[in-house]
């Protein structure tokens, strides 16, 4: 089964500001809760480009991950999908779309599509796995908010 996630956020900050903030894979780190031990493997500064490759390693439920995404669109100032090759999920495809909402503004919007391993398993354990996943978008849109700019 196919699930989704949407998170909507609005920075009182110019489209260029915050387009290049997510378009550093070194960003991440800091946007990401602790308990979950993320760091980046992919050597840095990563080109963000169609078919750059990232390789994260993340802990989920006490168990060590490796986590392989591409970068499957790159339109700079516009959006980006990565989607995973290698971790924790059967599926993981993820949009970030960007638009200028005012000479001071920002919308960021992202579209998650996830499906959980070992189904029908997957669907038993998905109440929990979509706890973590709304846990680490919120603390995501938290520390977006500290550090460019928060709601208007």
Not at 40 to 54: K, S, V, Y
């Amino acid at each position: 089964m196919i699930y989704t996630i949407e998170t909507d956020q609005t920075l009182h900050r110019p489209l260029d500001d915050v387009f290049p903030f997510f378009a550093d894979a070194g960003n991440l780190e800091a946007i990401t809760p602790p308990e979950l031990r993320f760091s980046i493997a992919t050597p840095l500064p990563i080109e963000m480009r169609p078919g750059a490759l990232i390789e994260y390693r993340l802990t989920l439920y006490g168990i060590r991950f490796r986590w392989l995404t591409e970068i499957s669109v790159w339109e700079p100032g516009v959006r980006f999908v990565d989607q995973q090759l290698l971790g924790p999920f059967a599926l993981w495809h993820h949009e970030h779309r960007f638009s200028s909402t005012g000479s001071n503004s920002t919308r960021i919007q992202d579209t998650v599509h996830y499906a959980l391993p070992l189904d029908p398993f997957g669907r038993l354990a998905h109440p929990l796995v979509r706890r973590q996943l709304d846990r680490i978008f919120d603390y995501r849109t938290e520390q977006v908010d500290a550090l460019l700019g928060g709601q208007p």
